[in-house]
């Protein structure tokens, strides 16, 4: 037989050496990854190609049973299994069910609001990095959990009564293959730091290990004072020739370019199954109620026992629906929902005479080369259908299409099951041409009953604003742990607004955790909702100004304003980009201060991509002065984040205000919700007042973007908060002015900015050098000389001094301005200032010693009679 590495040894001249079964066990196949170029293809593993379930199992469950031989029958009852996301989840399963009474965990990279993350780390060479640990049982992971559990059924001596002491606990840690050892190094690290015990076991199916590596585990095992042991069921490792990253992804593009040539001019692809595709039949497998669908929040002993006792059933289920010709059956997991159709598939093959297959999706990519000596024939993608928390991307099956197989049974989570699933281009209409029959069993995702949110007391008395009701709620204990259909985030939090739906960029550009008030009226003139703010009858987030539609003198102005500043703009953005990325880690998470800030964050993550090829998430949320941030966007960034990734970002400072208004209100929010790590310091563009540490530049210099409102930030409002539209389980409210869409800028803006990050690199590196060891404490020089011009000029009240460029604009355009103080001797960042002052009939006064180019003032003593009838301010006397 032609082994299945053998395309690409022959063409990058990578070795595979080991004992006899290794090249049995493992095929080689090229990916486009920036950290390594090839990809071991385990024929055992149930991933990529579809293998018999007892196969699958049974080289996880014998692995197992060699670590309870390793470790004697008390050890293996008190030891924990931990599985790798997204590969190992299935395997890790199986070695838990051969240890025999050991309760299982597998990290996940999908968070799950409301349950709390016990660690996390990184996969250096993944196509997706970050893991979770998200235990049920927070001494999952202590040991404690493990010590003593029942017995296993096939062993007669029962459990320990003595217990065991949690250091004495083993950890299995289980990955499809041990290469460099990194990963599963660091996850013991970060681990032992927080529940140290005394002895762990790394399983993997295949050692892979150079001879440079191979010293490691006994070194490390003396750094941090434990046994490690490994059991592999084969050893040996890949040698890789000088040059091989670089040639591995040369011919992966030249593969694919010959790929697009060949479709283009009609050459064959794997044929469809004979006949028009039929629809899809979902099957209810009638899952048994509070088992978890697998490892992700941990399986205990009990919940493997009450499994084993439902899958005969839920198999017949699934074979009374099968065509009685199917020959050949494939059962395709999901992702990380690896255990659940395994264990499916060995129960249909004892029930069927069919043979059956099984193998799952992933989100890893791969070159599929249609040639024998190749692991990955064929491919089939489709959009990511759960509704991911690093955004929607692309999914993949593979070995599939042109596989021959008469039926297909997809089984999904219901947190999967959703319209993306059964959408033209989704799995379902992507498997169809290629089989006979789709079925689809659902699975019930597991959340763990302290994460599902308390439902209302019914004997509590309604609140005056409730609509009465004599309908009595449900208690928790009527709530299921596993629920039956798709499960919503605690709260009903829904997943961010993205364009073209809302706003007018890009939809992975930014998420906005707003939600729509697009059909609502809440536009007044100025000059009520001065009266009002001032008169204390409204708060200035309760309603919109009507937006300012620039005249065409004035556009001209921002586009020749944004000709002049655009490299300035785009060096101080690649000085803050490089500095949050130094100091906050290479994967933060950006999340702008709407909507000022949504256009540095979007610019932020194009530097990202544009210098390291990095992918940000961003996302944009609502804070308002006197209210603090909108704690639900926080509650959502919490359940899919880590919020000590979260990076607050912002367009420039003022005085200091918001600066102020984000760390107290990040400190009332961890107060109240119990959610900690959030760091409250903000990344801005400019900081001219010195109120902050991590800037791009403090020059108080023209930001064009704060020259329009909507027009340049999206098409979306300011954002409002008025208890009628936004209720305690809402995201704060926005508008999206999809009617000004011939006036839009936005993207102008920031290709702008961004066309000019080649040239400004260098000083980008230089700045960002100096500034990484610079004293950048702030000052708050800006909110001294805010208060010093409150008292001159008679306000005696800081709120109505708006300083810098970009405050200025603002004035001028949503308030009633009174005058503006100019540094004198300030040229061209003031000719849009000049230009709106003259408009609105505002004095512009120059004066010497402001730290800022200019100062805006709003009427200190605003009525509608201190405006005139031409609609120009008029000085209070």
Known sequence: MVWSGSWVAERLGVELVGDAELRELLG?????????????VSQVLGKHVPQYPSVVYGAGFQLGRRVRELLGEAGARHAVVLGYAETATGLGHAVADGLGAAPYLHSTRRPVAGVARAGGFEESHSHATSHLLLPEDPDLLTGDAAAPQPADPADPAGADPAGVDSADAVLVLVDDEFSTGNTVLNTIRALHERYPRNRYVIVALADMRSPADRGRLAEFAAEIGARVDLVARNAGTVRLPDGVLEKGQALVAAEEAAQDLARSAGAAAPQPASGAPRPCTRVDLRWPEGVPDGGRHGFTPEHRAR???????????????????????LILGFEELMYAPLRLGTALEDRLDAEVRYSTTTRSPVLAVDDPGYAI??????????????????????NVAGAGFDAVVA???????????????????RLAPHTGQVLLAVVPSYVPADAIPALPDPSAAPSPASAPSTASAPTMASVPSSAPDRQEEPRMLPEPLRGPAFSSYAPDEVGWLLQDLSETELEAPTEEREEAIQSGGAHYAESLPVEYQPSDQYQDLFKAALDLSAARIARAVGTVTETVLAERGPRPVLVSLARAGTPVGVLMRRWARHRHGTELPHYAVSIVRGRGIDANALRWLAAHHNPADVVFVDGWTGKGAITRELASAVAEFEDADGTEGFNPEIAVLADPGGCVRTYGTREDFLIPSA?????????????????????????????????LAGSDVSGHFLDTVADRFGEVADAVDADAKELLTADRAPTWEGWAAVERISEEYGIHDVNLVKPGVGETTRVLLRRVPWKILAKRGAGADLEHIRLLAEQRGVPVEEVDGLPYTCVGLIHPKYTRGATGADGKAVESK
């Open 707 to 739: 020259c329009l409102n909507s027009t340049v930030s999206g098409l979306i409002s300011r954002t409002v908060l008025r208890a009628d539209l936004v209720g305690p389980d809402d995201f704060h409210g926005a508008k999206f002015y999809r009617e």
């Open 377 to 398: 024939r064929t491919r089939l993608v489709f959009p990511a259908h759960d509704d991911p928390a690093d955004g929607p991307g692309a999914r993949y099956a593979y």
């Open 411 to 429: 089984v999904v989570d219901s947190t999967a099951d959703t319209p993306g699933l059964h959408a033209p281009d989704g799995l379902l209409a």
């Open 28 to 40: 080689l196949a090229l990916r486009r990854n920036p950290k390594r170029a090839h990809l071991l």
């Open 307 to 329: 499994l084993e006792a439902a899958l005969p059933a839920m198999a017949d289920r699934v074979a009374a629906e099968l065509d009685d010709t199917a020959r050949r059956v």
